[in-house]
């Protein structure tokens, strides 16, 4: 790394199989490599360059980059001031729990369909969700709740043959007992399983 580039990695204490990095490349070139997991991410700043799938991409400030595990991809500056960007690392037992979760039954590992994603949407969630798991002040619920839905919408907008999502019912009496229990422990670090 040059003195340009800057690096900061956390590893979510409730969540194994996931690691977040927030990163900035001036002049940093990676050569053709791959990974054992998922790699997902939103460009803040700049622009990111890759070999993927054959091909030369470029994802600018606002969009999302995918790598799909064991993808052969190269990385490197796209812009004169390189490119700042948020990154989720998963692993595929990770992604499996997520995609099981969002549809409510097991389901196959979901892969992503395109190296760049242009969606303003959800790149504004991957960005929300990343500053928010990074900040462990951030209630477990909140952090929680917005790493189901970041999953939710990559997995129903960007993977081949994505999950159907649990169909919510007319559930008052479910949702009752929800807030009276969230009131009655609203001081308390309280899960999306609790």
Not at 56 to 69: K, R, S
Request: glycine share 8%.
């Amino acid at each position: 790394m040059t003195t340009t580039d800057r690096v900061n990695i956390h590893n979510p204490p409730e969540h194994a199989g996931l690691q977040l990095m927030q990163a900035s490349f001036r002049a940093r070139s990676f050569a053709r490599h791959s990974h054992d997991g998922y790699g997902i991410g939103v460009i803040e700043q700049g622009a990111l360059g890759f070999y993927y799938r054959g091909e030369n991409v470029v994802a600018p400030a606002g969009q999302i980059n995918t790598v799909n595990p064991d993808e052969v991809h190269t990385g490197q500056p796209a812009s004169e001031q390189g490119w700042t960007y948020r990154m989720f690392y998963c692993s595929p037992p990770f992604l499996q729990q997520m995609a099981a979760d969002v549809a409510g039954k097991p389901v196959p590992l979901p892969m992503f369909t395109s190296g760049v994603i242009e969606d303003d949407q959800m790149a504004h969630m991957v960005r929300l969700t990343h500053v928010s798991l990074m900040d462990e002040t951030t209630p477990r619920l909140e952090r929680e709740s917005l790493l189901l839905s970041l999953f939710a919408g990559l997995f129903t907008r960007h993977t081949y043959a994505p999950p159907a999502m649990v169909r919510a019912g007319n559930e008052p009496n479910r949702i009752a007992r929800v807030i009276d229990y969230l009131e009655t422990h609203f001081a308390e670090e309280v899960d999306v399983d609790t």
